[in-house]
């Protein structure tokens, strides 16, 4: 529930910004600051969501030291050649 809140939560800053610049308000200097706040806020709670998607398993594919295990584990193993095979 908490990644669900906090990608909507991630989203609503958006629309602000979106306000702003539909008004012409962002050329001045308090449409910057307020883009800039509404950016972080929206910066935080997607990094919460990152958090909450990485502690649930979701982004096991980026971490490139257990997917080469686990590619390493699920693949079949040659079986060793003898010397009586030749070369």
Do not use: C, H, Y
């Not at 307020?34 to 958090?51: H, P, R």
């Not at 997917?67 to 095979?85: D, I, L």
């Amino acid at each position: 529930m908490m990644l669900v809140i906090s990608i909507v939560m991630g989203v609503v800053p958006w629309f602000g910004i979106a306000w702003t610049v539909t008004t012409g308000t962002i050329s001045t200097q308090d449409g910057l600051f307020m883009s800039l706040i509404l950016l972080t806020l929206s910066g935080v709670f997607f990094l919460n969501a990152f958090w909450e998607m990485r502690d649930k398993g979701m982004l096991a594919f980026l971490d490139k030291k257990k997917a080469a295990v686990a590619a390493a584990s699920t693949a079949p193993k040659a079986a060793p050649k003898t010397a009586s095979e030749g070369e």
